[in-house]
C-alpha cells in the first residue's frame, strides 16, 4: 500500500512566521501535489512536482514555495504566514499523474 | 472552461436504504474520473478511477458508472460506517497531472 506521511497533525503558528510542511512517500512515485482544503472551496492545488527538483505552480501559488530535493519528500514553505494561510493542508503522490494517494493532512492555525 | 458539479451537496440516508451521488463534469477530452472517499479531518481515501464511458467499478457496497457527461456513485443497502464525504475529480487529457475537483457530497447514514 502506498504510505503518504506528513509531518505533523495540527500546527499554530504566528503571524509573520515562516512554515515549513514535509511531506514524505514510500512509493517511489514521481509525482507529489500540495493542496489546501477550506469549506465550501474544495480542493485547490497549490504547487506539484514531477521530478526531483522540478516544480509547477498550481492554482493559488502565491505567499507560498516548495521544494523538492529527494524524490520521496516533498516540502511546502509558507514565507511568512498570515491568518488567511490558515486551512488544512493535503500533500498526494501519484506514479502518473493520475491516482492520487493522500497523506492524513495538516491543520495549520495561524494566529 | 473544465468543471466538476457534485449533487447533492448533503444527504442523509436510513441505513439499509440505497442512494446515488453524481457527478457531473464538463471536460475537452477525459483523461480519468476518480472517486475517493474523505472522514472528517482526514486526508481523502481512494476508492475508484474510471477510464472511458460504460466503465463500471465495484467495492463492497459502492458502484462506480460513467456516462460521457456524468458519473454515480450508488451505494447499496449503507451502513452508519459509509458515512463520509464523497469527492468527485477528473482529469483533462491535456493535462496528465492536474485534477479537477468537486465540492463533495456529505453523506451521513443513521442506523
Known amino acids: 500500500d502506498v504510505k503518504v506521511t506528513q509531518s505533523s497533525r495540527y500546527l499554530v503558528k504566528r503571524t509573520g512566521e515562516k512554515v515549513f510542511l514535509e511531506c514524505v512517500q514510500d512509493?517511489?512515485?514521481?509525482?507529489m501535489f500540495w493542496y489546501r482544503q477550506d469549506p465550501g472551496l474544495g480542493l485547490r492545488l497549490i504547487y506539484f512536482s514531477y521530478d526531483v527538483k522540478m516544480k509547477e505552480k498550481g492554482d493559488i501559488p502565491e505567499g507560498y514555495s516548495v521544494s523538492r530535493e529527494k524524490k520521496e519528500r516533498f516540502s511546502l514553505i509558507l514565507e511568512s504566514a498570515s491568518t488567511n494561510q490558515t486551512s488544512m493542508y493535503l500533500c498526494a503522490s501519484s506514479l502518473l499523474g493520475r491516482d492520487q494517494f493522500f497523506g492524513p493532512g495538516t491543520r495549520l492555525t495561524v494566529l | 472552461e473544465d468543471q466538476v458539479t457534485q449533487s447533492p451537496e448533503a444527504l442523509r440516508l436510513q441505513e439499509g436504504e440505497s442512494s446515488s451521488l453524481n457527478c457531473s463534469y464538463t471536460v475537452s477530452g477525459l483523461r480519468g474520473l476518480f472517486w475517493y472517499r474523505q472522514d472528517p479531518g482526514k486526508g481523502p481515501e481512494f476508492l475508484f478511477t474510471l477510464y472511458s464511458a460504460g466503465e463500471e467499478k465495484e467495492k463492497e457496497r459502492l458502484k462506480a458508472t460513467l456516462t460521457k457527461k456524468e458519473s454515480f456513485l450508488h451505494i447499496t443497502a449503507p451502513k452508519p460506517e459509509d458515512s463520509a464525504t464523497y469527492l468527485c475529480a477528473v482529469q483533462n487529457a491535456g493535462n496528465n497531472r492536474k485534477l479537477i475537483w468537486g465540492l463533495g457530497t456529505s453523506l451521513a447514514v443513521n442506523p
Open positions: 512509493m517511489d512515485h514521481e509525482n
